[in-house]
């Protein structure tokens, strides 16, 4: 069997995630890790136990020769690096939002394709253990068909949240929708319907931005649909990051590291339907909790070993994550137009970037990258 060669672009938290991943797997090996800042190698090289360390991309996979590099680096820094990397003819996991429109995301789609890479998209909650549960109940037909599809955010700002965690949500929704077919959203600011002037730049460098409410529905395959909830709350409440499942003959809850199932369509409080049952969590036989790094990073290392074995696809792939950014850019284009957005969408462009444009207005100015900072700025700005 193949052991995987792993190069990481990128040693902070989330790089510091992949490589504990990498290391702990028996099918991967970590050749080479690459920081622009020595001190984050430093660290990284010195708890994986890797003396290959670069500050040059190009050099590491010159010199080191992996299967896979992974590139957790700051989201708007996804595009050029996957371009980069993808150019040596390797494969690729990069951090979730993959891109921050469909221009990109089809160029990064398109060279892969040209270069025989894959790409694979850090979306781990699709394959970690309390999905995997989910997964399997709903295979082995515990809810009978699938009606209908919740998902709902941690509370940031709505337009970002939808890129930082709906992107996760959307994902996980996949999984059983299959197919978005179009999608309706609605996005308010200060109470009102959105106009040009709220098009803001995102934090975190995830691109253009609306909304301090979102709420989307989608159509998926088989007439199911799906609402998805990017609220933004006065306190961020991380338990609110959840999907439910409803189907004909019972309900299904995710949340990461959480898994139930209640055996009815309808929960009623008589103390006979409302008795959710706790799931088991699935791992892979050679999962050691004892080391450090997240069972679902774990899991995701797991499904690219096997994807690779088996000459197919990551099933958080990058075409799965380009038809997110699909979605995505459907919810902001719906709630600007007015119009439920068809899917896949012809015009590629950034729809908010347009519908700001097309509104005789400049691009919106710079916004700090930190999000506290942000908030604190563009709650100024509803202030007013
Ligand atoms: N999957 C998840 O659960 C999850 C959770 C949090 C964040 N994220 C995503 O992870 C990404 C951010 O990861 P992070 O917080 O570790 O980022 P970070 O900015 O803290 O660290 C990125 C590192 O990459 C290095 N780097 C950047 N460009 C480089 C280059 N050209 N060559 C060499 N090194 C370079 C930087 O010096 C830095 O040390 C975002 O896309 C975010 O959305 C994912």
Request: contains cysteine.
């Amino acid at each position: 069997m193949k052991t995987y060669r792993i190069a990481i672009l990128g040693c902070r938290g989330r790089g510091t995630a992949a490589a504990r991943a990498y290391h702990a797997h028996p099918r991967t090996q970590l050749v080479g890790i690459c920081d622009l800042v020595e001190e984050r190698r430093d660290t990284l090289g010195d708890e994986v136990n890797v003396t290959a360390r670069f500050a040059d991309v190009d050099e590491m996979i010159q010199e080191t020769a992996p299967d896979i590099v992974a590139i957790p680096t700051g989201t708007e820094f996804h595009y050029d690096l996957c371009m980069r990397v993808l150019e040596h003819g390797v494969h690729i996991e990069v951090e979730k939002p993959m891109c921050i429109d469909l221009v990109q995301a089809d160029a990064v789609i398109a060279k892969a394709a040209a270069k025989g890479g894959q790409v694979a998209v850090h979306h781990q909650g699709r394959v970690g253990a309390s999905m995997q549960a989910i997964a399997r109940a709903f295979h082995a037909g515990k809810i009978g068909d699938l009606r209908y599809i919740y998902g709902s955010g941690k509370g940031y700002y709505g337009g970002y949240g939808l890129m930082n965690i709906g992107t996760h949500t959307l994902n996980n929704m996949l999984h059983f929708g299959e197919q978005c077919r179009s999608v309706i959203a609605h996005l308010t600011t200060d109470g009102k319907s959105i106009t040009p002037e709220d098009v803001v730049p995102s934090p975190s460098g995830m691109g253009t931005i609306a909304g301090e409410y979102i709420t989307a529905t989608m159509q998926f395959t088989d007439n199911v649909t799906g609402t998805l909830l990017q609220h933004r709350f006065n306190k961020m409440d991380t338990g609110a990051y959840a999907m439910e499942l409803y189907g004909t003959e019972g309900r299904l809850f995710w949340k990461s590291g959480g898994a139930w199932w209640l055996p009815h369509p309808r929960y009623i409080p008589d103390g006979t339907h409302d008795r959710w049952e706790a799931l088991e969590l699935i791992y892979p036989e050679h999962y050691d909790a004892k080391n450090p790094g997240s069972e679902a990073d774990y899991w995701f290392v797991e499904e690219y070993v096997n994807a690779l074995d088996a000459g197919r696809e990551h099933v958080c792939s990058g075409k799965e994550a380009r038809h997110i950014i699909e979605i995505m850019m459907g919810i902001f284009e719906s709630a600007a137009y007015g119009e439920r957005v068809q899917l896949p969408q012809a015009d590629r462009r950034h729809p908010l970037r347009r519908w700001r444009e097309e509104a005789g207005l400049e691009p919106p100015a710079e916004m700090p990258r930190g999000y506290w900072e942000w908030l604190a700025l563009e709650s100024e700005r509803l202030a007013q």
